[in-house]
């Protein structure tokens, strides 16, 4: 069975291979009570987003994760979407979104995970 960290991990593999730009993985699990992990990364468009997703959703059906909650954070959908997956929350920002939001800096207290060793 796999842990939650490796769960996590593969997300941002997952993303990475689907073209995710600047992917970042950031253990708070000691910093709130509903999730273990953020991973976050850069998206060109709404059909890049798209595409992240239908990873996303095949990834779960493998891996005993379920979407609780699928957010877009402005009116067109293209600057901030947030699939919630329970212990790990996707976010998939464009740059201007990511820049102004700075998750990084916001959940400064959290771990960055190197996902890529």
């Given amino acids: 069975m796999k842990t939650t960290?490796?769960?996590a991990i593969e997300i941002a593999k997952l993303m990475e291979d689907g073209k995710g730009n600047d992917v970042t993985l950031i253990d708070v699990s000691g910093l709130n009570?509903?999730?273990?992990y953020f991973v976050i990364a850069t998206v060109t468009s709404s059909t890049h987003w798209q595409g992240l997703y239908k990873q996303v959703k095949e990834y779960i059906k493998e891996n005993d994760l379920e979407i609780h909650l699928t957010n877009r954070k402005s009116p067109d959908g293209d600057?901030?979407?947030l699939i919630?997956?329970?212990p790990v929350v996707v976010h998939?920002?464009?740059a201007a979104a990511r820049d102004f939001y700075d998750l990084e800096k916001l959940w400064?207290?959290?771990?960055?995970i190197d996902f890529n060793n």
């Avoid at 009570?33 to 273990?36: E, L, N, R």
């Avoid at 400064?108 to 960055?112: P, V, Y």
């Fill in 92 to 94: 998939l920002m464009s």
């Fill in 84 to 86: 919630d997956l329970g």
């Fill in 79 to 81: 600057d901030w979407n």
């Fill in 108 to 112: 400064h207290a959290g771990k960055i």
């Fill in 5 to 7: 960290e490796q769960k």
């Fill in 33 to 36: 009570s509903w999730t273990d």
